[in-house]
């Protein structure tokens, strides 16, 4: 094969994870991101008391607190963001997975239907 070949993918296919192995993988991603999620919040509330804190006495401070209040939000957004898609690839792997499996029990039970007339009518 040339190299060209091998440099567009033609070459020897790697054999990706099973849907299993997928699925397992975007669940520990999910739990990594919900704690993510947990400390951002805590982290916004943190910076809420501070603004409060001190209000009028500390513009400066207050408006700081703010800003990082403002920038933990959105940085929240963009997990959530990313948790839903994570969430919708599982499901669609899971349902993909389903279908899969119902097909295979369906293909064997026409099976099995085919051999039982052919035995009954001996063909």
Do not use: C
């Amino acid at each position: 094969m040339s190299g060209l070949g091998r440099l567009f993918g033609k070459g020897k296919k790697e054999k990706g994870p099973t849907p299993e192995e997928a699925i397992q993988k975007l669940k520990e991603t999910e739990k990594i991101l919900i704690k993510k999620q947990e400390f951002l919040e805590q982290k916004i509330q943190q910076e809420l008391q501070t603004a409060k804190k001190y209000g009028t006495k500390n513009k400066r401070a207050a408006l700081q607190a703010l800003r990082r209040k403002k920038r933990f939000e959105q940085q929240l957004a963009q997990t959530d963001g990313t948790l839903s898609t994570l969430e919708f690839q599982r499901e669609a792997i899971e349902n993909a997975t389903t279908n899969a499996e119902v097909l295979r029990t369906m293909e064997l039970a026409a099976q099995s239907m085919k051999k039982a007339y052919q035995d009954m009518w001996g063909h």
